[in-house]
Structure formats: structure tokens, C-alpha cells
């Protein structure tokens, strides 16, 4: 079994040696005594890999973990191809050097682990580090045996002669291998065919597992520094408001009480325990501004009144988002078009682990240190440089994990605040946001209001779609309006109408896909109803442009046995989804109570096409959730 650690790889600039599709990557080498001329001290060829003589291999990971697996996931790409016994690897967290350890984006270089993006971004290039470093290894075997390298082959940590019966393990090679400047460069096409597979889609158990059951797995939460004191911000009633003035000299008055410290948005009570913390809390009264944005805000009255006012004007600011073919043409030969509104609510994250983080300024005072679980340590880096005046190098971060996250941990607003609490005190702080202040002050999923409109041709096919989607968060409410991704749609329009209301968002588990998604499938329904068709059959004839989606179609069918006739009460409902190139279907059995209006599922069930499976646990782990 593998294991891990959460201790960071420390690598100067010159170790930062070669890359593969965007990613380099480390091997150190370490002395064994049964190869002549053995190296006894360590040699750092490059980034992502130490062989040590015992044949223990460590695997930088650069995968933040919040309970996913990808800490895990990640590097089983490598150690797939560079062909290492995965009993005999130990996980390493990638410190913040997007330059060295990010994939490959839009806008450069990331470590944000947000959008699904930890396996999908990273397979193909670790992937192809892994092999190059499989390949170099056959190669020190093969100079070291003086034959040709094209014979030989690997079973997991070992490189083989079968010509010979010759063996070395990689430990035994990294104690003579010489240091390379550049790995061997691989193609796409040297890496193996998925049928050749030992670890990717295999039954692998998690590497953080053992330490988050036996307790040692360290979160930012536990970390304990000399001289640590505790704090917690009250922020505005109305968010975004500003301190005006508070009872400070009633709060240090209180038992153990350090100070009360005002920040942007909030106060922040300082003491020596965080129960005096809480106490303090309860205690403090601020005098807020009267001048935020959200001042005054309805959430209600605005998503029922002025959204559908918005929708119902033609002159109302619009953007749009996305056009295919010409939907005003399509809508004005059709011979029959629906129209839907669907409405939903702003959504709360509600991670397990309350937001928190540690902060530690050198006795200078030009240097911090901070431990948080984050979803982007990079960017953590640049906000905390940034709020402090700080150059990026004046901040070393520690990666910890995460009780959960969703998106909301990967902006760092609340390690900020222990930041500037820590400077402004000169001591260690450990800030941890109250659940109430969590979601008081949170950053939410938008509410929104989708119009949406299908039109028929005469054939009965979906000549035309339009979406439009009303609320405040540009991006955060259009994701997941891509109905042409499984429906043979030639004409679709989708438009944003936004407005601002001074509220904090954020990216919730897909962001819009639920809701959007929710609309379209909403639309489907009806027009299956109205045209006497099985909801599935009507789906089904409009996918032949998008086979993954049909398939997935027919494998829910037979899990489901959908043509089966349901008990008395009982009903079936059924959706696709989409997301991040994965494509699903799912079947829900149902009962509904008409005099208290609650439904109950009974049984669920559901196809996914997500490709190459690399932990087929923690993908079913993942549908299950939902």
C-alpha cells in the first residue's frame, strides 16, 4: 500500500530540469552497495520523482485532496507508465509553483483544482512523465549491461534483460545512473494501450484514507505553533458593509482578550482560546455602513418580480453567450414552439470543515507563513501577496487538506484575514470562520430565473432553442446550457441578462449545471408529454447525432428496466447530464404525497461515459453523491 505525507518538496531553481507537455518533473537517486561504484548521497536529476536505494519511490502530487481522491489519482497516471510497484510509493503534496507543477489553461500555468479538472488535466501529461522517466531507467539499465535498450523491458520497479534473465530494481539503478540534464523525450504514442493497464482503473485504496481514520492527517485546523492565539471575524449583517465603530475597550476587557481587530468587511476578535474567542463574539457590537450594494436587497421579491420583469423586456441589456445556426429562422417555420420559465435559489456550500487557516509572520516582518487547505495554492499565494504588499516569494504556503470544499475553498478570503490579524498583532493566528458566519458572509451559488423555448419542425425534430438565464455572477449562471452536446438541436441561442445586487458568489459544485441543466430537461418533458411520447423514446430519437448519449441512454434502460410497470403510486423520472466531457443518464423511481406535496425517491439509477476510468471507487463514489 502507498502512503502519504503532507510534507512539501523544497527544490531550487536548478533542479527544475526538463518537462513533459507542459509539466517537469523530479527523479533523486540514492547509493545502493550492490552495483559497483554505488552513489551513497542523493542526486536530484529533476521535479516530481525520488528513487531511494531501498526502492521506495516518491511522487510529488500536485492535486489538492478535499475528499476526492485526486491526491491519489493524479500520480497513479504516472505510476502507471513509469511502471512503479505501488505498494513501495509514498505521496508528497507539490509546494505552490504553478511554474513547475500546474497544468497547462486558458490563462497559463494553474494548480486550481476546481471544475473537474484535477484528472482531466493532468492524465496525459503525467502520463507521459511517468514514461520518460520509465524510459530513462531502461536506458541507465541497458548502458550499465552495455546492451541494447530496445530489448528490454519493466514490471512494476524493476527494468529486465529476457534475454539474459538480468534484473535491476530502481533503486538499485538510481545508486549509478548518472544525472541527466533532460529525460528522453515521449510521444503520446509510445504510452500504453488502456488493455496494458496494472494501476489506471484498478482497485487502489486512497492514500489519505489510513490517516484520516487513525487521526493523524493534519488539516489546518490542527496546527498548533508556539505563541498561537485564536480569532474569529464578525462580519456586516449586509454583506460587504464596513466597520464604522465598535465596543473595543468592553471586548479586551473580557478574559483573555487580545484585541479587537477591524478588517474591510468584519471585526475580528483576537484571544488566547478560541471559547474566548466565541465569548468575545457574543459581546462585540459594530456600528456597520449603510452604503453596501446589497443594502436593502429582497432575494425573494427579486427573483419572482424583477426577474420576470427583466425576462419580459425586450430592451432589457442583454449578452449573449452562444449562437448556432439561425434560431430566429427556425422558430419562425416551426410548427409548434414551447416556452418554460424555472426558477432556483441561491445555494450554500456547506463543506464539513469550518473555513480556516494559519498565519505566521517572521520577526522582520517581511515573510509569512500559512497553512490552509485550498483548492488553488497558487492563487492563495498572489491574494495573500497582494492584500499584504508582498512580493509571491514573501509568502510560503503549506498545502493541508480539506474537510470538503465544493468551490468555495478556492478563493482564500479567510487566510487573508488570519494574514493581516498576524501582522497587526505580530503573533501566530489560527482564524476559524463560525458555521453562522460561514454562511452569513458566504459566497453562494447564484439564484436565477431560465426562459426557455423549443421549437418543432414538421417532422416532430427540434429545429431551434433558446435560453435565456436571468441573475447576478456572468459566468457562474450559463455553464451547462449546451443541450447540442446530446440532442440534435442545428439552432440554439443562448443569452445572459444580468443584473448586480452586491451579494458574494461563488462556484458551487458545477456551478449552473444543476439548474440549467434542470430547465432544458424540464422543457424535454413537456414536449414529450404533449406529443403522447415516452419521455425516453422522445429523448432517444433526438440523439442520433450524439451516440455517447444514446448509449448512455440504453444502458439506464436496462438498468432501470424503464418498460417495467410500476407499483400503484409509483413513477419513473429521467435526465441527462453533462459535464466536463463526462456524459450521463439517470433514472429516478418516485412516489409523491399530494396532501403534504413531498416526493420520495425510492431508487435511483445511473449510466456515466466518463472515459478512462482511473479510480473506479471514487467514480462510483462520485455518482453516488450527485
Known amino acids: 500500500m502507498s502512503r502519504s505525507t503532507l510534507a512539501q518538496v523544497t527544490l531550487s531553481r536548478r533542479e527544475f530540469l526538463g518537462s513533459a507537455a507542459g509539466l517537469s518533473f523530479t527523479i533523486a537517486v540514492a547509493g545502493t552497495p550492490t552495483i559497483a561504484n554505488a552513489r551513497t548521497s542523493e542526486l536530484t536529476i529533476n521535479a516530481w520523482v525520488r528513487i531511494a536505494p531501498d526502492d521506495q519511490i516518491t511522487i510529488i502530487t500536485p492535486a489538492a485532496e478535499m475528499g476526492q481522491g485526486s491526491m491519489t489519482g493524479v500520480p497513479v497516471a504516472l505510476a502507471e507508465e513509469m511502471d512503479a510497484d505501488w505498494a513501495m510509493v509514498t505521496l508528497e503534496m ?27 488535466s493532468y492524465f496525459e501529461p503525467m502520463r507521459i512523465a511517468g514514461a520518460r522517466v520509465r524510459k530513462y531507467l531502461m536506458q541507465a539499465a541497458a548502458d550499465e549491461w552495455r546492451v541494447d535498450v530496445e530489448g528490454l523491458i519493466t514490471e512494476p520497479g524493476t527494468v529486465i534483460d529476457p534475454r539474459s534473465g538480468l534484473r535491476l530494481s530502481y533503486g538499485q ?31 487502489l485504496d486512497r492514500v489519505d484514507i489510513p490517516a484520516k481514520v487513525d487521526g493523524s492527517a493534519m488539516f489546518s485546523i490542527d496546527v498548533r505553533l508556539p505563541k498561537l492565539v485564536y480569532a474569529s471575524t464578525v462580519h456586516a449583517p449586509v454583506q460587504l458593509a464596513e466597520p464604522l465603530s465598535w465596543n473595543e475597550n468592553e471586548v479586551r476587557a473580557l478574559p483573555g482578550v487580545i484585541g479587537a481587530i477591524p478588517l474591510q468587511h468584519g471585526v475580528a476578535v483576537v484571544a488566547d482560546s478560541f471559547e474566548q474567542v466565541l465569548l468575545a463574539r457574543k459581546v462585540l457590537r459594530v456600528q456597520w455602513s449603510d452604503q453596501a450594494a446589497a443594502e436593502g436587497y429582497d432575494s425573494v421579491k427579486t427573483l419572482e418580480q424583477d426577474y420576470t420583469s427583466i425576462i419580459a423586456d425586450d430592451d432589457a441589456p442583454r449578452t449573449p453567450v452562444a449562437t448556432i445556426g439561425d434560431v430566429d429562422e427556425a422558430f419562425a417555420s416551426a410548427s409548434r414552439t414551447y416556452k418554460s420559465s424555472f426558477s432556483s435559489d441561491y445555494a450554500y456550500h456547506a463543506q464539513m470543515e469550518p473555513l480556516n487557516a494559519v498565519a505566521r509572520f517572521n520577526e522582520a516582518g517581511d515573510h509569512v507563513e500559512i497553512w490552509e487547505g485550498t483548492q488553488a495554492p497558487d492563487d492563495s499565494v498572489k491574494m495573500i501577496a497582494a492584500a499584504l504588499g508582498f512580493r509571491p516569494d514573501q509568502v510560503t504556503h503549506h498545502q493541508q487538506y480539506m474537510g470538503g470544499a465544493f468551490g468555495r475553498r478556492s478563493i482564500t478570503d479567510y487566510t487573508i484575514e488570519a494574514a493581516l490579524i498576524a501582522r497587526a498583532i505580530n503573533r501566530p493566528v489560527k482564524m476559524i470562520w463560525t458555521r453562522e458566519e460561514d454562511l452569513a458572509f458566504g459566497m453562494f451559488r447564484p439564484q436565477s430565473l431560465q426562459c426557455v423555448e423549443a421549437a418543432l ?27 447540442e452536446l446530446y440532442y440534435d438541436i442545428p439552432n440554439t441561442l443562448v443569452e445572459q441578462r444580468g443584473v448586480s445586487h452586491g451579494i458574494r458568489l461563488k462556484h458551487w459544485r458545477a456551478v449552473a449545471h444543476p439548474f440549467n441543466i434542470f430547465a432544458i430537461e424540464g422543457l424535454v418533458d413537456e414536449m414529450a408529454a404533449d406529443a403522447g411520447l415516452d419521455p425516453l423514446e422522445f429523448r432517444r430519437a433526438r440523439m442520433s447525432l450524439t451516440p455517447k448519449a444514446a448509449n448512455t441512454f440504453n444502458t439506464v434502460e436496462k438498468m432501470s428496466d424503464w418498460h417495467k410497470p410500476r407499483d400503484k403510486g409509483r413513477a419513473l423520472g429521467l435526465s441527462v447530464t453533462e459535464r466536463s466531457g463526462s456524459l450521463g443518464a439517470g433514472v429516478v423511481e418516485i412516489s409523491l404525497d399530494v396532501k403534504r406535496g413531498k416526493i420520495r425517491v425510492h431508487k435511483v439509477w445511473l449510466a456515466v461515459d466518463g472515459g478512462i476510468i482511473v479510480q473506479p471507487e471514487m467514480a462510483r463514489r462520485n455518482i453516488e453523491s450527485g
Open 94 to 120: 507539490a509546494p505552490a509553483r504553478p511554474d513547475i507543477y500546474g497544468y497547462s489553461g486558458r490563462r497559463g500555468k494553474s494548480m486550481r483544482i476546481v471544475g473537474s479538472r484535477a484528472i482531466r
Open 173 to 203: 539503478i538510481a545508486s549509478f545512473a548518472d544525472a541527466a540534464s533532460e529525460l528522453p523525450e515521449v510521444s503520446i504514442d509510445e504510452l500504453k494501450a488502456p488493455g496494458s493497464f496494472r494501476l489506471i482503473g484498478k482497485p
Open 457 to 483: 419542425d414538421t417532422k416532430g425534430n427540434i429545429s431551434g432553442w433558446r435560453h435565456c438565464v436571468v441573475g447576478d455572477g456572468g459566468s457562474l449562471l450559463y455553464s451547462g446550457i449546451n443541450p
